[in-house]
């Protein structure tokens, strides 16, 4: 998936922790991610989020990984369209139709 989806569109990642913590059955941390993209009609734009991601841990592995942040700005910084961010928005709210 990393190499499928990750390098294929982007480069230069940046990935910085914050304020990790663990209880042994649950993980949080803070998080700031940027890169430069290889998208068609992107390439070479600086995108750059924070998020917060949690994990689900088993026998000191990650059992489930999940993670919160701001899509919507990532897409204006790459420079797509409004009426694409839009219905991008609309897809991830589960709702298809204006």
Partial sequence: MV???FHRDARDFAW???DALSDGRVGFARYEFRYRSKIAGSEGRAAGFSGISFCE???G?????????????VLAQLGFAD???LKSIRRWSGRTKT
Wanted: glycine share 4%; net charge negative; charged share 35%.
């Fill in 3 to 5: 190499t499928e989806h």
């Fill in 57 to 59: 841990l088993e026998g």
């Fill in 83 to 85: 009426e694409r961010i």
């Fill in 61 to 73: 592995l990650i059992r489930r990984y999940a993670e919160q942040f701001e899509r919507a700005p």
């Fill in 16 to 18: 910085t922790l914050h």
